[in-house]
């Protein structure tokens, strides 16, 4: 009697086992399957821009703020040079009031 429950226990326990271990070795597969799409840079659809109104508004704020920092640059380019030619006229006054001596 005993070897019989412990077949039929045993038959019972040995798929469920083989299902939860087939189960593991597919699991791996599918996961990089979709990670790959877990990142927005893969998506073949990333290039269609948003319609709703959250994503419009964030698109907006990224140009603006763009568009800020451009002209932050190009401002401080201009003072750079500014800088530069008065460095220039400086050293050239200097020279000339130590020649003068």
Same mark, same amino acid.
């Given at each position: 009697?005993?070897?019989?429950?412990?077949?039929?226990? &045993?038959?019972?326990?040995?798929?469920? =086992?083989?299902r939860?271990?087939?189960?593991?070795?597919?699991r791996?597969?599918?996961?990089?399957?979709?990670?790959?799409?877990?990142?927005?840079?893969?998506?073949?659809?990333?290039?269609?821009?948003?319609?709703?109104?959250?994503?419009?508004?964030?698109?907006?704020?990224?140009?603006?703020?763009?568009?800020?920092?451009?002209?932050? =640059?190009?401002?401080?380019?201009?003072? &750079?040079?500014?800088?530069?030619?008065?460095?220039?006229?400086?050293?050239?006054?200097?020279?000339? =009031?130590?020649?003068?001596?």
């Open positions: 009697m005993s070897t019989s429950i412990s077949l039929k226990s &045993r038959a019972t326990f040995l798929p469920s =086992v083989a939860q271990s087939t189960a593991r070795l597919y791996p597969c599918v996961q990089r399957q979709f990670s790959l799409y877990t990142n927005p840079v893969f998506r073949p659809d990333n290039a269609v821009p948003t319609t709703d109104a959250k994503g419009f508004q964030k698109r907006e704020r990224g140009e603006e703020g763009r568009y800020a920092r451009e002209k932050e =640059v190009a401002e401080l380019k201009e003072l &750079r040079d500014e800088l530069a030619k008065q460095k220039a006229k400086i050293e050239q006054l200097e020279k000339s =009031v130590n020649s003068k001596k």
